[in-house]
């Protein structure tokens, strides 16, 4: 079952960074070059010199490298007391505010635990995406240098009645965080922690969560799985190691899937460098698939868009002029995929790669996963400029993935797409860091 524990956390020193927003930074995967130089130029502790730390051309795999590096500023930063380490074992209450696109105020709520690493097999933490074999070398790497989790799990626990968030709401009232920021690329997002270290409350969540089985990573799929790797080279190095052995867990912020802030977004795709057919010609392929209607603006598309449901599968389409493809026939996907379930297959990226990308365009998932034709968006307004100014030839526009959607596939045993979900906001690295090097306990 699911198996958490309190821990004691590396966190910044307030003393000596007095303003940690600009320490604290996205998740790696979402750090680009330019907003890696951005995250440097803030300060000199910044958390991004760890996680995401700047490549050089003198690097050997051997030598010095950025994981060598890494591993110098996390020891050295300790031994200055950038960074401290908590005296206590804690909880750490995690809540994200932001504005929703529809325009209502959201508070996310989690809390930051280790849980105990399990298989997906075992059933109790199950995967939603597939995931790539080069961004968990790179994390592995990392993690063997450092021994330290910097990196968060975003995991969501059913919990349908949020007995656990109620716990945690009386444990923190009338209390102001330990930590208040916003951070510099979500900076409309507040980010808030309070440190919960009552033993008291502490087992009564750690009780709570006991009983729970299928957890589902919603980011972070790559991290998880580099955790599983790591504690299984750490179990053949040190086979009398105890269960309580850091590197049995990982770092975890915990969602249930019940909390009224879980918001999920949609990821449009964007089609560039093509040259196999006109916009036209994909348009008119598109039909033996879809009913192609052209519509007279962005606000009538994205009214038609939120009629869809189940049972009507709709896709905007984008290349100067505005079109809703419905799936015609929901039969054609157990056609074209009859050995995926049926919640895989009526997804809307599922619908859209299978069909429109890979059978009406001929790009096929080599390309797709090599990003040759592809690229992914979060901000619509920039995807559409992409097509606006000729970067692209036309934009796929796509409704957000249903949490529904997301535990249904995951109780069927299917990952979904890549790009599938964008969570927001971000779960941020360097509130709280967990040790797991072969000496640490929990």
Request: aromatic residues 8%; charged residues 30%; contains cysteine.
């Amino acid at each position: 079952m699911a198996k958490i524990a309190p821990f004691r956390g590396i966190r910044y020193n307030r003393n000596k960074v007095q303003d940690l927003s600009l320490v604290v930074t996205q998740p790696y995967d979402r750090i680009r070059t330019d907003l890696q130089d951005r995250y440097y130029d803030r300060h000199p502790y910044s958390i991004v010199r760890i996680i995401k730390g700047r490549e050089l051309e003198t690097d050997t795999p051997d030598g010095e490298n950025v994981y060598s590096r890494a591993a110098d500023y996390c020891s050295a930063w300790l031994d200055a007391g950038y960074l401290q380490r908590s005296s206590k074992p804690a909880f750490y209450v995690y809540h994200q505010t932001f504005k929703h696109p529809d325009g209502t105020s959201l508070t996310r709520k989690a809390f930051i635990a280790a849980l105990e690493l399990a298989r997906f097999e075992e059933g109790i933490v199950l995967p939603h995406e597939r995931t790539l074999s080069g961004p968990k070398v790179d994390r592995l790497n990392l993690l063997r240098a450092t021994e330290v989790n910097f990196g968060q799990i975003f995991m969501l626990y059913p919990d349908p009645q949020n007995r656990i968030n109620a716990i945690l709401e009386t444990a923190i009232a009338g209390r102001e965080p330990d930590i208040d920021l916003c951070e510099l690329f979500e900076a409309d997002v507040r980010q808030q922690v309070w440190v919960v270290d009552d033993e008291d409350v502490v087992a009564q969540v750690v009780a709570e969560m006991g009983p729970k089985r299928g957890l589902i990573i919603a980011d972070g799929h790559h991290r998880y799985e580099t955790a599983i790797n790591f504690r299984d080279e750490m179990r053949q190095k040190h086979p009398d190691a105890p269960a309580n052995a850091a590197f049995n867990y990982c770092m975890t912020t915990l969602v249930s899937m019940d909390d009224p802030g879980l918001t999920i977004l949609p990821t449009h795709r964007e089609i560039h460098d093509y040259r196999q057919k006109s916009v036209e010609q994909v348009l008119a392929d598109a039909q033996a698939y879809f009913e192609v209607t052209p519509v007279a603006s962005r606000e009538a598309l994205a009214e038609a868009m939120a009629q869809a449901t189940p049972a009507d599968r709709r896709i905007g389409f984008y290349d100067g002029r505005y079109y809703l493809l419905r799936l015609a026939d929901p039969q054609i996907m157990a056609k074209v995929v009859p050995d995926r379930a049926e919640e895989w297959r009526m997804l809307d990226v599922s619908i859209l790669h299978e069909l429109l990308i890979e059978r009406v365009m001929g790009i096929d998932k080599a390309r797709v996963e090599a990003k040759e034709n592809l690229d992914y968006h979060r901000d619509l307004d920039l995807a559409l400029q992409q097509v606006e100014e000729g970067r692209a030839q036309c934009l796929f526009i796509l409704n957000p993935t249903r949490m529904s959607e997301v535990k249904a596939c995951s109780d069927k045993g299917e990952k979904m797409p890549q790009k599938s979900t964008d969570f927001y906001p971000k779960v941020i690295a360097g509130l709280v860091a967990l040790a797991v090097g072969p000496k640490e306990r929990l």
